[in-house]
């Protein structure tokens, strides 16, 4: 297998692996859902706070005009 077809099959991989595991779990479907869902807003809280972890002014002032004049 050529480095060039290494990283699509992977992914493949991936996804059958994905789709075998929900059919598998297809029984549990309410706790699935309960954990897909604690996991898109843990991974949202996560983005934003590096963002705004980026965006912080760097002196140690923050206040109304420091922020302001940042963004």
Do not use: K, N, W
């Amino acid at each position: 297998m050529t480095a060039a077809l290494a990283a699509p099959a992977t992914q493949v991989c991936a996804f059958m692996l994905g789709c075998a595991l929900v059919h598998v779990a297809r029984g549990h479907a309410d706790l699935i859902t309960r954990l897909l869902a604690v996991t898109a807003v843990g991974a949202a809280v996560l983005v934003l706070l590096v963002a705004s972890l980026d965006y912080a002014p760097e002196g140690g002032t923050f206040d109304e005009v420091t922020v302001y004049a940042a963004s």
